[in-house]
């Protein structure tokens, strides 16, 4: 009920998500031009408010939302067609076209099923011991394989298959725990090894280009993993405590994992054939620096071989049905808008708004950096992709070191760890996000719901890095 009527607030929120989107795109139009922005800039911010408004309320299906953007960015001047267009092209969406497809090939083959039950074989079969494994996991492919997104494709047929043993299917608090762990300690621990996602080599380049310190992998090792680690056993704490599983463990679970390991008997060809496109999919992601090879090419090339005569045993339908076509559309929609705001330079404009407001230059170095960790902290709720926000902020970051007149690396170090690793607050921060959350499984609130609160965590913990434990290694 809300506020005496027979409507519950998802309901309210739907009736009044177009109206208040519609609203919001207009009020945005209709103020006047904010000096250093351009036009088709100041258009994009009233297109970002519209959709903004919808992807909380979802009035209408998120999908279709990410598919407006297109014709919405052309009709209200901002990009041609074509441009609109581009991030339905972006190697992006094919990486979780090919993601999907290959959990399909795992789960059709049965090998997702028995990955499944070897792991609770290994870690238990306690909901506790569970999510610890697959944070453990995660940890681990962090060295290994330098994508966010292709850690989560790898791990997600497994988290499934977990979910639907324990007879949980759809929503419930065991499904999110489990996918927000997947998904939440794959991006914390990714701020503390330097190949494990992009916007950490930016913010080495950033900061060499600055004048200071070019750190190798070594040192960010040394500056970053502590804090990511502790970061990273906080998130998947937490998500124990705001989520708990309905079970603790599945009865009679170590022999009921035996029983159907026994039945699953030897390797099947197709498990065989399945497997050996897995591994060989991981082997090119993992060795992607020395090869070259991209990481959606390297999907996409293994999947094709699932199709062959004699080699593969797919199917287009089978494959079909494994492919969350809203995940797809929601992506494309995301980059696209995503690249419209840096394009016309409104990302930028409004980070630089928000610095300058807060009125910085009268602070001690330690207050400035607080609310410098903060705002950027939650401004990730305007962008979409890591990448975009480290290379639209880092440069006002560091002319905020310049100013405060200190060594670039105490604002920008802390600054492109927070960036890279806690893209926690919204289903659209990250394609990993938008991946489980196409599962049918999340609300749009399940993220802010955890994601606020380690933020914030994330926030102090970076700032007393920067201001003790770094300061002592040397770092400045």
Not at 114 to 121: A, G, H, P, V
Not at 344 to 361: N, P
């Amino acid at each position: 009920m809300f506020l005496g009527t027979d409507l519950s607030f998802d309901e309210l929120k739907k009736r009044t998500g177009v109206p208040l989107a519609i609203a919001a795109c207009i009020a945005v139009y209709l103020i006047q031009t904010p000096p250093n922005l351009s036009a088709h800039g100041h258009t994009a911010l009233a297109l970002f408010a519209g959709i903004f408004v919808l992807y909380l309320t979802e009035a209408i299906p998120l999908a279709i939302t990410s598919l407006a953007v297109v014709p919405l960015a052309v009709l209200m001047g901002i990009e041609t067609p074509r441009g609109a267009l581009l991030g339905f092209a972006s190697t992006s969406v094919y990486l979780i076209v090919g993601a999907f497809i290959l959990a399909a090939a795992m789960v059709k083959s049965k090998l997702a099923e028995r990955i499944t039950y070897q792991i609770m074989k290994w870690v238990g079969t306690s909901t506790f011991k569970i999510t610890l494994g697959i944070t453990m996991a995660n940890i681990v492919l962090a060295f290994l394989v330098p994508s966010t997104t292709a850690r989560v494709a790898i791990l997600l047929p497994v988290c499934l298959g977990i979910i639907e043993v324990f007879g949980k299917e759809g929503r419930s608090n065991l499904s999110v725990n489990l996918l927000l762990t997947l998904c939440f300690t794959n991006a914390t621990i990714g701020a503390g090894i330097l190949t494990a996602t992009v916007p950490n080599p930016v913010t080495i380049d950033f900061i060499a280009k600055a004048g200071g310190h070019t750190i190798t992998y070594g040192e960010w090792f040394i500056y970053g993993f502590p804090p990511a680690f502790l970061m990273t056993m906080l998130t998947w704490w937490a998500i124990q405590k705001i989520f708990p599983p309905e079970v603790k463990e599945i009865p009679g679970g170590d022999r009921y994992v035996k029983e159907k390991l026994q039945e699953l008997g030897p390797l099947s060809i197709n498990e065989k054939k399945s497997l050996g496109v897995f591994l060989l999919v991981v082997g090119l992601w993992v060795t992607g620096g020395w090869t070259k090879i991209d990481t959606t090419i390297a999907c996409l090339a293994g999947i094709i071989i699932l199709f062959m005569p004699k080699l593969g045993f797919m199917t287009w339908k089978e494959a079909e049905r494994g492919v969350s076509w809203q995940v797809v559309l929601v992506c494309g929609g995301g980059v696209s808008l995503g690249e419209i705001l840096m394009k016309t330079g409104a990302a930028k404009w409004l980070a630089m708004t928000i610095f300058d407001s807060l009125g910085l230059s009268g602070l001690s170095v330690i207050a400035m950096l607080v609310l410098l960790m903060l705002v950027i902290q939650y401004m990730h709720i305007l962008f979409v992709g890591t990448t975009a926000m480290a290379t639209a902020l880092l440069p006002i970051v560091l002319g905020m070191a310049q100013v405060a007149g200190v060594n670039p690396a105490v604002f920008a170090l802390p600054a492109g760890m927070i960036i890279g690793g806690y893209p926690l607050l919204m289903f659209y921060n990250t394609l990993p996000n938008i991946l489980i959350y196409g599962t049918g499984v999340l609300k749009v609130g399940d993220f802010p719901k955890v994601g606020f609160i380690l933020c914030a965590a994330a926030c102090l913990v970076y700032t007393l890095c920067a201001f003790t434990y770094w300061e002592w290694l040397g770092l400045y």
